[in-house]
């Protein structure tokens, strides 16, 4: 990591809302049940709690100048409506988090609620873990995360993320940023391969950044997205009423690269008819525009990219032998994310900072949320972390906690919890413990390894499970269904 990203611009405890510790949270509902759910839950928190059955003992210790730093309140009341009080208290203290809980409402209830100020609408039946979120969402500083010290690097303050950068910090990737210095200052084609998402678009513009071209056009074509019909023009350009439509001369993406690199994406959703003269152009140097008879000279470099296998296309008649040879010179293959584990937390920070410039809010990690991020599969790679860090920055309030990631990340959260307004079918311990384990493993892509240290077991606890449940043959099915 960085001197940058080490030396925080704010401390932690900066960035976190205290917790008035001194008021008690206020809960109003008709449901003993409810009331003594939720009561639970935040005493387990360290919180105080008072309670109300009705808006009318509500609205009285209201009038008595009570303050509450929260409250959590039923919709339908046998004396009124809750959306209706929230608004009305909310008009006299504005900064008051009020949560509406409520099994009989709808959108518009819920959109009448927000529009009114409320915090969170939260529709019965809700677990548990959902009114931790809220009040965490709240006041972040009540987290175990926050508790146990558990920030996890560096105030992240968006001092970082301006410049698209390759981050490398995995030997894969420490070989492939060396070896892009040596085709940088080479002059043909390149050829970068991997998985969806794994970032070829980067790795072309590092090429064409570090190479003698870098002052001039870098043009990203995604060939895929271009109709078949029309990518010739596109790319070689075309003259005026060369077809219906051509209104006027036309540039294509060849010529507005001139003298610099132009990055053919997706490369193998192109026709043959096409392949055949993209291969002229790569032996000749020249094009010329639909329409026209006159060549048109060109200086630029063409870095092609695919998420196919492109021999396998080969041989099965989809791609161009010849053309594949000609692009084949240089080749770099980028591996899936889960295969360059300690990229992960580097990556998840610089896309940190880059949301952090736009929503202007520093934030920190949580251990849990590290801990979570290196242990998911990311079958979308560094596309998906990307989307992740960017919804969960932008969600959190100051520290990213793992209730702000995806469910698919979530694996510190226990499976079976109490549940709010509703009812469920009650499990034995051994029968939810053993579901959880299995969740875990799922999680990890059935590394046992990596769920016995979120376990905090011996990894021979889950081989014997594993053996005894028969979850090898379980999890292969529950993985052929993800897929």
Same mark, same amino acid.
């Given at each position: 990591?960085?001197?940058?990203?080490?030396?925080?611009?704010?401390?932690?405890?900066?960035?976190?809302?205290?917790?008035?510790?001194?008021?008690?949270?206020?809960?109003?509902?008709?449901?003993?049940?409810?009331?003594?759910?939720?009561?639970?839950?935040?005493?387990?928190?360290?919180?105080?709690?008072?309670?109300?059955?009705?808006?009318?003992?509500?609205?009285?210790?209201?009038?008595?100048?009570?303050?509450?730093?929260?409250?959590?309140?039923?919709?339908?009341?046998?004396?009124?409506?809750?959306?209706?009080?929230?608004?009305?208290?909310?008009?006299?203290?504005?900064?008051?988090?009020?949560?509406?809980?409520?099994?009989?409402?709808?959108?518009?209830?819920?959109?009448?609620?927000?529009? +009114?100020?409320?915090?969170?609408?939260?529709?019965?039946?809700?677990?548990?873990?959902?009114?931790?979120?809220?009040?965490?969402?709240?006041?972040?500083?009540?987290?175990?995360?926050?508790?146990?010290?558990?920030?996890?690097?560096?105030?992240?303050?968006?001092?970082?993320?301006?410049?698209?950068?390759?981050?490398?910090?995995?030997?894969?990737?420490?070989?492939?940023?060396?070896?892009?210095?040596?085709?940088?200052?080479?002059?043909?084609?390149?050829?970068?391969?991997?998985?969806? +998402?794994?970032?070829?678009?980067?790795?072309?513009?590092?090429?064409?950044?570090?190479?003698?071209?870098?002052?001039?056009?870098?043009?990203?074509?995604?060939?895929?997205?271009?109709?078949?019909? *029309?990518?010739?023009?596109?790319?070689?350009?075309?003259?005026?009423?060369?077809?219906?439509?051509?209104?006027?001369?036309?540039?294509?993406?060849?010529?507005?690269?001139?003298?610099?690199?132009?990055?053919?994406?997706?490369?193998?959703?192109?026709?043959?008819?096409?392949?055949?003269?993209?291969?002229?152009?790569?032996?000749?140097?020249?094009?010329?525009?639909?329409?026209?008879?006159?060549?048109?000279?060109?200086?630029?470099?063409?870095?092609?990219?695919?998420?196919?296998?492109?021999?396998?296309?080969?041989?099965?008649?989809?791609?161009?032998?010849?053309?594949?040879?000609?692009?084949?010179?240089?080749?770099?293959?980028?591996?899936?994310?889960?295969?360059?584990?300690?990229?992960?937390?580097?990556?998840?920070?610089?896309?940190?900072?880059?949301?952090?410039?736009?929503?202007?809010?520093?934030?920190?990690?949580?251990?849990?949320?590290?801990?979570?991020?290196?242990?998911?599969?990311?079958? +979308?790679?560094?596309?998906?972390?990307?989307?992740?860090?960017?919804?969960?920055?932008?969600?959190?309030?100051?520290?990213?906690?793992?209730?702000?990631?995806?469910?698919? *990340?979530?694996?510190? *959260?226990?499976?079976?919890?109490?549940?709010?307004?509703?009812?469920?079918?009650?499990?034995?311990?051994?029968?939810?413990?053993?579901?959880?384990?299995?969740?875990?493993?799922?999680?990890?892509? +059935?590394?046992?390894?990596?769920?016995?240290?979120?376990?905090?077991?011996?990894?021979?606890?889950?081989?014997?499970?594993?053996?005894?449940?028969?979850?090898?043959?379980?999890?292969?099915?529950?993985?052929?269904?993800?897929?």
């Amino acid at each position: 990591m960085t001197s940058a990203a080490v030396s925080a611009a704010v401390s932690l405890e900066g960035l976190i809302d205290d917790y008035p510790a001194d008021l008690p949270v206020l809960i109003v509902d008709d449901e003993v049940d409810v009331r003594s759910v939720i009561s639970r839950c935040l005493r387990r928190l360290n919180l105080k709690v008072v309670e109300s059955e009705t808006l009318g003992h509500a609205r009285d210790r209201f009038d008595s100048g009570e303050n509450f730093s929260m409250v959590f309140l039923d919709r339908c009341l046998p004396d009124g409506d809750g959306v209706t009080f929230s608004t009305e208290i909310l008009r006299q203290r504005p900064a008051l988090p009020v949560i509406i809980v409520t099994g009989q409402g709808n959108f518009s209830n819920a959109e009448e609620a927000l529009a +009114g100020g409320a915090f969170a609408y939260l529709p019965k039946p809700c677990g548990i873990s959902e009114i931790r979120d809220v009040v965490f969402r709240r006041y972040p500083i009540l987290s175990d995360s926050f508790r146990k010290g558990e920030g996890a690097g560096p105030v992240i303050d968006g001092s970082l993320g301006s410049d698209e950068v390759l981050v490398a910090h995995s030997p894969q990737m420490i070989r492939i940023a060396l070896e892009l210095r040596k085709l940088a200052n080479q002059t043909g084609s390149v050829l970068v391969t991997g998985p969806s +998402g794994t970032g070829k678009e980067v790795i072309a513009r590092k090429i064409h950044e570090m190479s003698e071209r870098a002052k001039e056009t870098f043009v990203p074509v995604n060939c895929g997205a271009v109709p078949h019909e *029309l990518i010739e023009s596109s790319l070689f350009g075309h003259e005026k009423g060369s077809f219906t439509g051509a209104s006027s001369d036309h540039k294509g993406f060849f010529e507005v690269a001139q003298r610099g690199t132009i990055f053919l994406d997706e490369i193998t959703e192109t026709s043959g008819a096409f392949q055949v003269k993209l291969l002229r152009v790569l032996q000749e140097h020249r094009i010329t525009r639909v329409g026209s008879s006159q060549e048109i000279e060109l200086d630029v470099r063409v870095i092609a990219s695919s998420n196919r296998d492109l021999a396998a296309e080969v041989a099965g008649g989809r791609f161009r032998e010849d053309l594949y040879y000609r692009l084949n010179r240089s080749v770099i293959a980028l591996p899936g994310l889960k295969d360059r584990p300690e990229d992960i937390e580097p990556l998840a920070i610089y896309f940190a900072h880059r949301t952090v410039r736009k929503t202007g809010r520093p934030v920190v990690f949580s251990k849990g949320v590290i801990k979570a991020l290196r242990c998911y599969g990311w079958p +979308g790679n560094v596309r998906e972390l990307n989307s992740v860090i960017d919804s969960a920055v932008q969600g959190c309030n100051r520290m990213v906690l793992v209730s702000d990631l995806p469910n698919a *990340l979530r694996i510190d *959260l226990k499976a079976e919890e109490a549940v709010v307004g509703g009812s469920e079918p009650l499990r034995t311990l051994r029968e939810a413990g053993d579901e959880y384990c299995l969740e875990v493993l799922r999680r990890c892509g +059935g590394n046992r390894t990596r769920a016995a240290e979120i376990l905090d077991v011996h990894r021979s606890t889950i081989n014997e499970l594993v053996k005894k449940k028969g979850w090898n043959r379980r999890f292969a099915v529950d993985s052929k269904k993800r897929h």
